[in-house]
């Protein structure tokens, strides 16, 4: 089965920094990479996801990238603000199985 | 966007006594869902996948006796929780895959905090 690897699992950044988080995957069969936001004793929201005909996606200050040669892919957070203070999880999943992956978790806090 | 709710958000129930959970697919029709555990900083770990109107089906080492689920509509699972203990104290959460532009997205509910005493 896949296996995702998620790495840093704490990360400290002051606001206005940017922060990136490192997933890598096993299964060469996932196609789809989501990112998922989980606010302090609330459920996670996707937040931004790539698939693998992709290398890039942006949305406003977040990014995602996708190397599927390697087999990771990475979030990017630009100009960060306290309120992007959270765990991030990545996930993957094989086209046609839309059951998600999903690394262990990374918490961001963003210092004012 | 999809809507995943969950019901209640928070509950403590005494030892023994069983506890269900509620997940509702708002505005959308969801003939899967999915539910996971997630305890204190750790990843989602998924427990069954609910399907409409067929049993559910459990991940390896979850005990489907203890975590009964009934996915009675296109819009409702629930998941019951028999004979708490204080080891099942957990976040449990739900999520429904609902088709958007470019293929299939996971919306997950709020969750649901059980803490047994």
């Known amino acids: 089965g896949e296996n995702v690897e998620q790495h840093p699992s704490t990360l400290s950044v002051q606001e206005g920094d940017s922060a990136v988080i490192k997933c890598t995957y096993s299964?060469?069969?996932?196609?789809?990479f989501p990112w998922y936001k989980q606010e302090l004793g609330k459920g996670s929201q996707l937040i931004i996801d790539i698939r693998s005909n992709v290398g890039e996606k942006k949305d406003q200050r977040i990014a995602v990238t996708l190397n599927k040669t390697a087999k990771h892919f990475s979030l990017h957070i630009t100009e960060t603000q306290p309120e992007d203070s959270a765990v991030y999880f990545c996930a993957a999943s094989e086209g046609g199985s839309y059951i998600p992956t999903f690394g262990r978790g990374t918490s961001l806090i963003v210092h004012p | 966007g999809a809507v995943v709710s969950q019901h209640p958000s928070w509950v403590i129930c005494k030892s023994g006594t069983s506890v269900k959970i509620e997940c509702r697919s708002l505005?959308?029709?969801?003939?899967?869902m999915f539910w996971y555990r997630q305890f204190p900083k750790q990843s989602l770990m998924l427990m069954a996948t609910?399907?409409?109107?067929?049993?559910?089906?459990?991940e390896q080492g979850v005990e489907k006796d203890k975590f009964l689920i009934n996915h009675a509509s296109l819009t409702l699972s629930t998941l019951t929780v028999t004979s708490a203990h204080p080891e099942d104290s957990s976040f449990y959460i739900c999520?429904?895959?609902?088709?958007?532009?470019?293929?299939?997205?996971?919306?997950f509910g709020p969750g649901t905090r059980l803490t047994v005493t």
């Open positions: 999520s429904a895959p609902h088709q958007g532009g470019g293929g299939y997205e996971q919306y």
């Open positions: 609910s399907n409409e109107g067929s049993k559910a089906t459990y």
């Open positions: 299964d060469s069969a996932s196609n789809y």
């Open positions: 505005d959308f029709q969801a003939t899967t």
